[in-house]
């Protein structure tokens, strides 16, 4: 039987051959890889502009309903400041009313 490594029975040129053959491989599978990432960047990057054009939409609707409640805000500030100034006029009309009351029928 013979005990010799077979790797010394290559010439020069057949163990060149080999690690041409094997860095290929590598090579190979490292392009194979590469590109799979490359896929699943594109596939993220399609998923990030959906989210920023979903939240650029969000941002507006908020901008819409924001405006609308400062409008329903004013709105309501001025309609409690015509409350409070009939209120007040209702409060000195009921004034002048028990006034006229402890006075009596004389006036």
């Known amino acids: 039987m013979d005990t ?5 029975r290559l010439t020069l040129l057949e163990r060149a051959q080999l690690l041409h053959d094997a860095t290929l491989r590598r090579h190979a599978d ?5 590109v799979d990432a490359l896929a699943r960047h594109a596939e ?6 959906g989210l920023m054009e979903q939240q650029a939409r969000t941002q507006t609707a908020l901008s819409e309903i924001a ?4 409008q329903q805000q004013d ?5 409690l400041a015509r ?6 006029r209702l409060a000195q009309t009921l004034d002048a009313i028990r006034d006229m009351l402890d006075r009596g029928n004389g006036h």
Do not use: F, S, Y
């Open 83 to 88: 409350h409070e100034e009939v209120m007040l």
């Open 4 to 8: 010799t490594d077979p790797m010394d």
């Open 75 to 79: 709105l309501h500030a001025e309609r």
């Open 30 to 34: 490292m392009l194979d890889r590469h």
């Open 67 to 70: 405006e609308r409640l400062t």
């Open 44 to 49: 993220q990057m399609a998923l990030l502009r």
